[in-house]
């Protein structure tokens, strides 16, 4: 199952700390914002992947697993409690 | 001329452009519009037509209509994108206010064929002939076709139009793009499945379900097919808007408004989300959304942007930069620094005052804010960029060793980098066959 991550650009302000916590995963620019890795994530770190994200003060990246983003997403989020 | 024979059925057929047609002269020039009972009819004509999208991405109008039909169940809106924030276009603030009935009928059609009951119209508040004449049009149809119908100015802004960020004025009254998903045809105005369909696209559906998909592809060049509007800048007179059979070379077109190939040094084409390309390599290319795409070029918009050999390209792309990187909605890092410090590079090499790192940093920038967004503005801005970076390679190189330009610069003839820069255009029509 491969995963892969996702920002939210619109909540992302930069903080960098994904990139501090994992920079040979997660790159910065010079305004320290996020830059992905092209291909999967490496299934033996996603622990670390787990805690960067976590690090972030905007809760702005989040993973994607192919078999959940192939799911039809209205009836995704009927099924996930507390969605609108 | 690109005359055959003329076709008083097409887009910008039939009375003068200064101003709205009545009601009353469009219905005797076109005759009915096709009733609800008609949609599945309408689609398939859509279908055989091959209609595209006219808004810029270039998706078939046909297939889109039937994607939300199946999804509506009777609860779709149509939202009909007049917004054209695009400085360097004419077509649709044109089209609106000289054919108002004929996007109303477009619209009219969308709605009945994909299940929708409301119809937003969202116009450009700066295009002040187009929201006249649409609101009058829209008070002349009978009640039951009105009452569906709300009007919405959209504010003034680049990616004000922009899908998400229509969808977005229109509920909450901020224009700023959202994060997709939802999709805008998921879930859009009030949350229910929208259409976002621009106003060109409407018209030509409304043409194509009354006299069909055969009549539409009459006209074309080659394998190409239908008309399409495009608007023509630089060639030393005001932007003007023409209809032409799809398959037109642009060096037909340019030399209709008196541009040479010797002359030119370049063309922007598709907007300012589009690509310069030198004018000796497509001078002979159709203006086909086929075609383009297979030489990585864009119709997009349908703009044709001439760059006078005597024009600094750098200078150009430096204005049209400093435009994008002034119009990001603020949202997103990579688009307000990226754009920023593209435009202010961009504009020192331009002005030969380039800081040695200068040309490093755009390349790096133009590489790493695409797919960096919310919206698209980004990604267009950059391949609008990376597409300088190779036609006035040559160019930008002499501005940064000597602090010259290669072309003496003088006033590009491109539009004003700025949005109210919509001056009186002067509309030559074209039949078509």
Redesign the interface.
């Known amino acids: 199952m491969e995963a892969r991550l996702k ?8 903080y960098g700390l994904c990139g501090d916590f994992v920079p040979d995963i997660i790159g910065l ?3 320290r ?1 996020p ?1 992905l890795p092209e291909g999967p994530l490496d299934g033996g770190r996603m622990h670390e992947i787990q805690r960067a994200m976590d690090c972030c003060p905007m809760r702005a990246l989040t993973l994607v697993r192919p078999d959940v983003a192939a799911a039809r ?2 009836r995704l989020r009927r099924l996930l409690p507390g969605a609108r | 001329m690109l005359n055959t024979t003329p076709d008083a059925r097409r887009l910008l057929a039939g009375p003068s452009l200064d101003g709205p047609e009545p009601l009353a002269h469009h219905l005797a020039r076109l005759g009915p519009l096709p009733t609800a009972r008609d949609a599945q009819r309408t689609m398939s004509e859509l279908d055989a037509s091959g209609l595209l999208g006219r808004g810029g991405a270039g998706f078939p109008v046909g297939r889109k209509w039937r994607a939300m039909a199946e999804r509506s169940r009777g609860h779709a809106v149509v939202l009909a994108n007049g917004a054209e924030g695009e400085p360097a276009s004419l077509k649709d603030r044109v089209l609106m206010a000289a054919r108002p009935h004929l996007v109303i009928d477009g619209a009219v059609l969308a709605a009945d064929a994909v299940g929708a009951n409301d119809i937003v119209f969202y116009v450009g508040r700066e295009h002040e002939a187009a929201v006249a004449a649409l609101g009058v049009a829209i008070e002349q149809r009978r009640p039951g076709v009105r009452q569906r119908i709300r009007m919405i100015e959209a504010p003034i802004g680049y990616v004000a139009g922009e899908a998400s960020g229509a969808v977005h004025f229109v509920n909450a009254g901020d224009p700023r793009p ?2 997709t ?2 999709r805008m045809s ?1 879930r859009g105005v009030n949350g229910r499945p929208t259409l976002v369909q621009n106003v060109e696209s409407l018209a030509h559906a409304a043409l194509i379900a009354r006299f069909g998909a055969g009549w539409y592809r009459e006209a074309g060049r080659g394998t190409a097919r239908g008309t399409a509007l495009i608007t023509l800048s630089g060639t030393g007179r005001p932007a003007e808007l023409l209809e032409i059979e799809l398959g037109t070379t642009i060096g037909e077109v340019a030399a209709g408004a008196g541009a040479s190939p010797a002359g030119t040094s370049a063309v922007l084409l598709g907007g300012y989300f589009g690509t310069w390309a030198p004018a000796a390599d497509v001078w002979s290319l159709p203006l086909d959304p086929a075609a383009m795409r297979e030489k990585g070029l864009t119709f997009g918009c349908g703009m044709v942007g001439l760059l006078p050999a005597h024009a600094c390209g750098v200078d150009a792309t430096a204005r049209i930069m400093s435009f994008m990187a002034r119009e990001s909605a603020g ?5 307000v ?2 754009l920023r410090a593209l435009a202010d590079a961009t504009r020192r090499v331009a002005d030969g005052r380039s800081k040695p790192d200068d040309m490093d940093g755009i390349a790096r920038w133009t590489q ?1 804010v695409a797919g ?3 919206c698209h503005h980004p990604d267009g801005a950059v391949a609008l960029m990376a597409s300088a970076l190779r036609v006035f390679e040559e160019d930008m190189d002499h501005h940064v060793r000597s602090g010259r330009c290669l072309a003496m610069s003088t006033p590009t003839g491109l539009p004003a980098a700025n949005t109210a820069s919509a001056s009186a255009p002067t509309n030559r029509r074209m039949e078509v066959a």
């Open positions: 920002v939210d650009w619109i909540k992302c302000d930069g620019d010079e305004w914002y830059i997403p209205g | 959202t994060t998903p939802p998921e949202q997103c890092g990579p688009c620094f990226g790493i960096r967004g919310a």
